[in-house]
């Protein structure tokens, strides 16, 4: 009997003690590799989402919120700004390009994003079906708010105030898709494109204002502006001379992102030492377990000893026993960290996009691995020790 088949022999014969170390340990490994796979593809997903914006210009409130809610689209914009200050903006010598922004209203909890075809093309995003908005209410939908909605080329729909579900329909005014952009991994596939004009045009028929020829057509406004810088000097002087010199304030993405990755990873820090903390429990359950067994297993192993086993064959048993049990704990571990990555989007609904990290494989998955095997072979070396010093007359005297 080869020394594999041996030690696979001696795990069954303690099925519980099995089970538990196996499980144990799958579980301790399934939170550190879920942990770094959902902190990887959130920092890469922030990063894809603000790649290119070099500032966000808002109304006075919190610059962390401003960048929330104009590069990530996932917080209550502080207020609107004049149409006047994208004039403004796109006249400044240190600015190359100005996105407006005009927000408010959402279609089934995806927001409807007042905009210009600028912001399409920041994004490197292309048409799946049909073409761009050229005409009020007419609107381009993302991938995800497609498959989520099933609207397509065409649809009519009705946006409702507020920016999440529950609010007022706008049932008199009504969109018409005429686009559906194909899939980019940026915040684009979770919105709803159109012009200024429409945000504008629902808002005003909402609250029923009517102008005629005579009277001056009301101040246009928008809630927030992309900025991208024309040079480096624009990056020391804007964004303070826009908080300086204008009711506005200019938000750093990078800057605001690194604080928010900050305030997250203190937390994933924690339920990753958790998670060793697992691993290391198991491993020293391993350990207990392997020692036990070999109190049980002493006569066995003096009977091999007596048949000509080496005494490095007898430890190998325990040795690869441990590395065994572990193995199969550390792949089902990844196993279930990835499934659970897969399955996240039906737990929180919003936070779907993460489960793309479930078809990636991370260098640092390696080194859970290292890890986990790392603890095995330490569980067993001890228990490996007394077996290659096993008193084989004695044993077989005493039995």
């Known amino acids: 009997m ?34 770094l796979l959902l902190s990887r593809e959130l920092a890469d997903r922030l990063t894809r989402d603000a790649t290119g914006i070099d ?30 200050a994208i004039g403004e903006l796109r006249a400044n010598p240190l600015v190359r390009e100005v996105i407006p922004l005009a927000l408010g209203d959402s279609f089934r909890g995806f927001r409807i994003v007042g905009t210009e075809p600028a912001l399409v093309a920041h994004y490197g995003a292309t048409l799946r079906d049909g073409r761009l908005w050229q005409a009020p209410l007419e609107a381009v939908v993302g991938s995800a708010v497609a498959a989520a909605t099933g609207v ?45 004009d429409s945000v504008w045009a629902v808002h005003e028929h909402h609250t029923g204002e009517e102008h005629d020829e005579n009277e001056a057509e009301p101040e246009r406004e928008v809630t927030l502006a992309l900025v991208r810088y024309a040079s480096p000097l624009a990056a020391a002087t804007l964004p303070r001379a826009i908080d300086r010199d204008t009711a506005l304030v200019a938000a750093s993405p990078a800057y605001e992102t690194a604080r928010l990755m900050t305030v997250f990873g203190a937390g994933l820090d924690l339920i990753r030492a958790f998670a060793l903390l697992l691993v290391v429990a198991s491993g020293f359950m391993l350990f207990v377990a392997l020692a036990q067994a070999l ?71 390696w080194a859970v691995v290292a890890l986990a095997l790392g603890a095995g072979i330490l569980a067993a070396l001890w228990p490996a020790w007394r077996a290659m010093r096993v008193d084989v007359a004695a044993v077989l005297a005493d039995n």
């Open 152 to 196: 397509g080329v065409g649809a009519a729909f009705a946006g409702s105030h507020g920016l999440a579900e529950g609010g007022g329909e706008h049932g008199d005014a009504r969109y018409r898709v005429t686009g559906v952009l194909a899939p980019t991994g940026t915040v684009l596939d979770r919105l709803v494109l159109t012009a200024l």
């Open 295 to 365: 109190e049980d297993r002493r006569y066995d192993l003096a009977i091999l000893r007596a048949l000509g086993a080496s005494r490095r064959r007898v430890a190998s048993v325990l040795l690869i026993e441990s590395l065994a049990l572990t193995l199969v704990g550390t792949v089902a571990g990844i196993a279930l960290a990835h499934a659970a990555a897969l399955g996240i989007g039906l737990v929180l609904p919003d936070a779907a996009p993460l489960s793309a990290a479930a078809r990636r494989w991370l260098p640092e998955e």
């Open 55 to 84: 500032l966000v210009v808002g109304a006075k409130g919190s610059p962390l919120q401003i960048v929330l809610a104009g590069v990530y689209h996932v917080d209550v914009p502080p207020g609107n700004i004049p149409l006047a």
């Open 2 to 35: 080869t020394a594999l088949r041996l030690a696979l022999a001696y795990a069954r014969r303690r099925p519980l003690s099995t089970l538990l170390v196996v499980a144990l340990l799958a579980i301790g490994v399934a939170t550190v590799t879920l942990t």
